[in-house]
Each structure stands twice: as C-alpha cells, then as structure tokens.
C-alpha cells in the first residue's frame, strides 16, 4: 500500500490567502485525522472523521479553519484567511479501527505564512 | 495536570547502552498506548503499540505498561546512532461524549545516541 498520501508537501503563502490541505488515507482505513504540529505546541488534533463524517472538531483553533471529507479516499483542510500564526507542519492520519486503533501518518505538509 | 507527559529530553546515551523513555497520563480509564519514533523532518512513525499491563518486546524495543501507576514507558536496548529522534507517547483517552477516538500526543523525548 502507499500509505497515507498529503498535497502538497511546502506551500509557501501571503498572510490572506486561501491554503487547501489534501490527504488520501489507506484504502480501507474507516478514521482519518488532521494534526497540526509546532515547536511550542507540539502536535495537536485539529479534527478528525470516522466514516467521512466529523466526530470531533474541537480543536479546530478558529472559523478560518474548516475540513472535509466528501469520500473514504480524499480529505481536506482549508484556512481562509490564512495567518502567519498558522505557520506549522500538518499531518494527516488514517487509522483502519476494528482490531486495534493505530494510526498511520502521512509525510505532512510544511506551510508558511508569510 | 496535563493529560501526557513526557521528559522532553534532550536524553543521551552512549552507543550500545538501554535508553529509558517514560510516560504518564491522567486518566485511569485509557486503554491503548502507542510509541511513535519521528526524525528530524520527518512524520512520527510508529514503533510499538501496548494494551495489557506488562512488557511487550519487538526486537531492540520493549514496551512496559503500568496501568496502576498510569505510566508506560519504552526501553531501546543496544542503542544506535540512527536511533536519535524524538519519542512521542500518545494516549487513546476514553472518548468524549462516550464514543469515538480522543487520541492524546505527549510533548516527546529527544533521545540522542552518542557514537
């Protein structure tokens, strides 16, 4: 299997613009999660999705952020507007459930915010 | 109290010795614990998950879980130079609303093994 799959893996931004996150998870894999990872905060679950629908959304930091999944296969993450506060690496996840609850990461998009 | 805590390091030991990684965590009810390896750039990828108290050993690593004293920890024997990385614990705490996920990452150790 490929693995976990993220687009794109740098995205070099202005301060205002709109950024689109994208992940495919493991095929078969019914949970898939968005982390945000910084030096000062570590890595933080943003949202994540249990059979393409959202089950916790609680540490989505404000409204600029939103994230779906319109199938098993593709998620996104988009800000609008982005901000340089929002400069991190993201990864997203996919875990298969049934048996045991192990996640598997992609390789993470590193995004500044200029 | 934070709900996992780690040492954040840095750790170093010398090449061919054990390193020690501990964790604790808040929450007496949490079930599934994990040890996730993550290079310098790179994603965490996983080395061990553990359920039941006790050791659980995967080559170099074992994994030991006390769930009395809420703490699990991750022995590395024969340490490498190649094993220098950061070691997150992460915590699948009882869920919110009763059901789902509630997946908690410590801040990680950074382990440096000298040659």
């Known amino acids: 299997d490929a693995g976990v799959i993220q687009s794109p893996r740098h995205e070099v931004t202005e301060m205002g613009q709109e950024v689109t996150l994208r992940c495919k998870p493991i095929?078969?894999?019914?949970?898939l999660f968005w982390y945000r990872q910084t030096m000062m905060r570590g890595l933080e679950l943003l949202i994540y999705?249990?059979?393409?629908?959202?089950?916790?959304d609680s540490g989505m930091p404000e409204d600029r952020f939103s994230a779906k999944m319109p199938n098993a296969s593709f998620s996104t993450l988009k800000i609008q507007p982005s901000e340089p506060r929002d400069s991190a690496v993201y990864f997203c996840?996919?875990?298969?459930?049934?048996?045991?609850?192990?996640?598997?990461f992609g390789p993470g998009t590193r995004l500044t915010v200029l | 109290q934070k709900e996992v805590e780690q040492n954040s390091g840095p750790l170093s030991v010398p090449e061919g010795a054990i390193a020690s990684l501990n964790c604790t965590y808040s929450d007496r009810g949490s079930q599934s614990f994990f040890w996730y390896r993550q290079y310098s750039g790179k994603s965490p990828e996983l080395i061990m998950f553990i359920y039941s108290n006790g050791d659980k050993e995967d080559g170099r690593f074992t994994a030991q879980l006390n769930k009395a004293s809420q703490y699990v920890s991750l022995l590395i024997r024969d340490s490498q130079p190649s094993d220098s990385a950061t070691y997150l614990c992460a915590v699948n705490l009882p869920p919110r609303d009763n059901y789902g996920q509630n997946f908690v990452f410590g801040p990680g150790t950074r382990l440096s093994v000298l040659p």
């Open positions: 999705f249990n059979n393409n629908v959202p089950i916790d």
């Open positions: 996840a996919s875990l298969e459930g049934g048996v045991t609850d192990t996640q598997y």
């Open positions: 095929s078969g894999h019914n949970s």
